[in-house]
């Protein structure tokens, strides 16, 4: 929960009282992964205490709200994180705890560094997954400060610009051994929506899905024919999934221009 008091400088209570009894629910609610834990340290970390915190608000809320709502409430989330306001940099966790105290500072820093197109700072988060990634970026209520939430969004932002990577070299093998046609490229992209947590889902189009079943079914048959209920998914409309906050480098390389330049080539 965030505090705000007196003078510039925001506190973050990280106090984790509340979990107490749901030690486990990192695991057992969202398949989540508790960081790994060193011979002689607690059997479960803070940072995992407040992601199975984090899980619990984020079950309650996808439960609450329908898709095009679940949309609205992911936008308004990351626009919290949206600005690179100087206040920001003041934000510390309320906690005597050196390891919180030491990840805000490093988080700090990263996105610092970051928006002055920085990256030789490692990411505090790079070790966690992308579903505890999320966790933390839609959290508001959690114990995490603005500039970890960015961090942690940035990381999220990384791993999607790392996986679009993966897919040109096998889809221009398979574009040209198929005459131009590529439903295993179309039916990547698919998997890979299906394994996004619901928050990030819902910030495609309602129809996403459907639009992408349709278009494997055409490049897997050339003489199938076309759906007439609506345009299926083009190229662009396909890649065009990393969400920055304006600004096209946090995606890395590949950005619009990219996506651009190859739906220029594939014709679509």
Do not use: C
């Not at 965030?2 to 107490?20: A, D, F, H, L, W």
């Not at 308004?76 to 003041?90: A, E, F, K, T």
């Amino acid at each position: 929960m965030i505090n705000n008091i007196p003078g510039s400088t925001r506190v973050i209570n990280t106090s984790t009282s509340q979990v107490t009894p749901v030690a486990a629910v990192a695991s057992s609610k969202t398949g989540l992964i508790a960081p790994a834990q060193s011979e002689g340290a607690p059997m479960l970390s803070t940072l995992s205490r407040q992601l199975a915190a984090s899980a619990e608000r984020a079950e309650a809320r996808d439960k609450t709200l329908d898709r095009r709502q679940l949309g609205v409430e992911a936008r308004r989330l990351r626009g919290q994180i949206s600005s690179d306001d100087p206040v920001h940099n003041s934000e510390v966790p309320d906690t005597d705890d050196q390891d919180l105290l030491k990840r805000a500072r490093e988080a700090t820093d990263y996105v610092t560094r970051f928006h002055l197109h920085g990256r030789s700072l490692k990411n505090p988060f790079a070790e966690l997954s992308r579903e505890q990634l999320n966790l933390i970026v839609h959290d508001e209520h959690g114990p995490y400060t603005i500039n970890e939430r960015h961090a942690a969004y940035y990381e999220i932002v990384g791993l999607e610009s790392k996986w679009n990577k993966t897919l040109w070299g096998p889809a221009d093998i398979e574009s040209a051994m198929n005459d131009g046609r590529t439903p295993g490229f179309y039916t990547e992209v698919l998997n890979h929506y299906k394994t996004l947590p619901l928050i990030e889902q819902a910030d495609y189009p309602e129809e996403y899905e459907t639009r992408l079943l349709a278009r494997i079914k055409e490049e897997s048959d050339p003489s199938a024919e076309k759906s007439k209920d609506f345009k299926l998914l083009t190229l662009f409309e396909v890649l065009a999934k990393l969400k920055t906050f304006g600004n096209q480098e946090a995606a890395g390389d590949v950005g619009a221009n990219a996506v651009a330049a190859s739906v220029k080539e594939s014709g679509n």
